[in-house]
């Protein structure tokens, strides 16, 4: 059997990375954007630089319907990234279903335009990857609520619970059936989607955990996995790691073991600073602190494992969805909300996750992302798109 051709995307610019921010109306979607912008922008000093010829050449992403880009090159490790941001309308229940397709349709279109260039006798230079890898779905915690109050009112009576808006039947947990879980399954197969609740100062810090274990457990109810494909591609490198290399885990296990079990590795330390404002605490458990394996957000378990985690960490606030707070629109010189009883700071880990998604999808996952969608979700749209040219030549 012949193998398919395989299509290298150059190398000779920048890396490029694209996310995809989705919501209801009124989750917060357009404030969230606009901080991610200021916050993963370069440092000041490296923006007053003049742009060389190469970048002025570098393509800048153009409207797509009803999808807007916002495309920034910034640094991270080290590397110069080309970023795009893409905004896209409201999510509306009523006409979900339309939104998704076009949704669906607008990532795929992604995918075309690698087909394309792929099919070309003579391509292109300079190709950039233009793939979605990554989707904020945005969760406003005041319709959590209701969800979660419209369940528990329908459960607790049986019948019409007279909230005429929310059919208790479609909920699960604190995520609509035909809204949030639609969202996931439709984009799950093309792209990762990462769960985040918004507004966390609006909200204590037991009502935001509550929501946290909330979602999780509604999209594990919904066996739905949000890091699944990550999860197994990692799978995938470290079974071939150790393959290549059968005597590594036993060096590493050997090294941990010389370790004396009183040593803390440099720079950790269990005191924190009681003193900030809680507006919202994350009180994330420290193998959220950091990756949970060298390559993935977290590592498989055996059910055994999971049972005995379960019993011991019931209290534990789950690792995704993560929380974010946005700064005030009315004092744009201020990162963060000021209120007369205090300061909430979107840098704060004790106020939100934001500084945590930062580093995990931006700068932790990105390589892990981009190899994802180039060699899972495209290969395997890019397959489906020849067999239905195929038949179409057949005919």
Same mark, same amino acid.
């Given at each position: 059997?012949?193998?398919?051709?395989?299509?290298?995307? =150059?190398?000779?610019?920048?890396?490029a990375s694209s996310v995809l921010i989705v919501g209801t109306t009124n989750c917060g979607k357009t404030s969230f954007l606009e901080f991610l912008k200021t916050a993963l922008a370069p440092p000041s000093k490296k923006r007053a630089k003049a742009a060389s010829p190469e970048q002025d050449e570098m393509p800048k992403p153009s409207p797509s319907g009803t999808f807007i880009p916002h495309y920034l090159e910034t640094e991270i490790d080290g590397e110069r990234v080309g970023l795009t941001l893409w905004d896209s309308e409201g999510l509306e229940k009523n006409v979900v279903d339309l939104q998704l397709r076009e949704m669906a349709s607008f990532i795929e279109s992604k995918f075309e335009e690698t087909f394309t260039e792929e099919m070309k006798v003579i391509r292109s230079p300079g190709v950039q990857d233009t793939h979605i890898h990554a989707v904020f779905l945005l969760l406003d915690p005041a319709r959590l609520d209701r969800n979660i109050a419209a369940a528990k009112a329908a459960a607790a009576n049986g019948h019409n619970t007279g909230l005429k808006y929310y059919n208790h039947s479609r909920i699960v947990g604190g995520l609509d059936e035909d809204l949030d879980l639609q969202v996931v399954r439709t984009l799950q197969g093309k792209t990762v989607v990462i769960p985040v609740i918004t507004k966390a100062d609006t909200v204590t810090t037991k009502h935001m955990n509550m929501l946290k274990k909330t979602v999780a457990e509604s999209l594990k109810k919904?066996?739905?996995?949000?890091?699944?494909?990550?999860?197994?591609?990692?799978e995938d490198s470290e079974? =071939?790691?150790?393959?290549?290399?059968?005597?590594?885990i036993v060096e590493e296990d050997e090294e941990q073991d010389t370790r004396s079990p009183t040593c803390a590795p440099e720079g950790d330390s269990s005191s924190g600073? =009681?003193?900030?404002?809680p507006i919202q605490g994350t009180n994330t458990p420290p193998t959220s602190k950091k990756r949970h394996s060298s390559r993935s957000p977290r590592r498989q378990q055996s059910p055994e494992d999971e049972e005995h985690e379960a019993e011991s960490n019931e209290d534990e606030?789950?690792?995704?969805?993560?929380?974010?707070l946005s700064p005030d629109m009315y004092e744009p010189?201020?990162?963060g909300r000021q209120f007369p009883w205090g300061f909430a700071d979107p840098y704060n880990e004790q106020h939100c996750d934001f500084v945590r998604l930062k580093?995990?999808?931006?700068?932790?996952w990105r390589a892990e992302l981009r190899e994802l969608s180039?060699?899972?979700?495209?290969?395997?749209?890019?397959?489906?798109?020849?067999?239905?040219?195929?038949?179409k030549m057949a005919q």
């Open positions: 059997m012949t193998s398919s051709p395989v299509f290298h995307f =150059d190398s000779s610019h920048s890396p919904a066996k739905l996995d949000p890091l699944e494909a990550l999860a197994a591609a990692d079974g =071939d790691d150790s393959a290549s290399n059968p005597d590594k600073n =009681d003193t900030d404002l606030i789950p690792f995704l969805p993560m929380s974010v010189e201020v990162i580093e995990t999808v931006f700068n932790e180039r060699e899972h979700w495209y290969e395997s749209w890019r397959t489906s798109r020849l067999k239905v040219h195929g038949g």
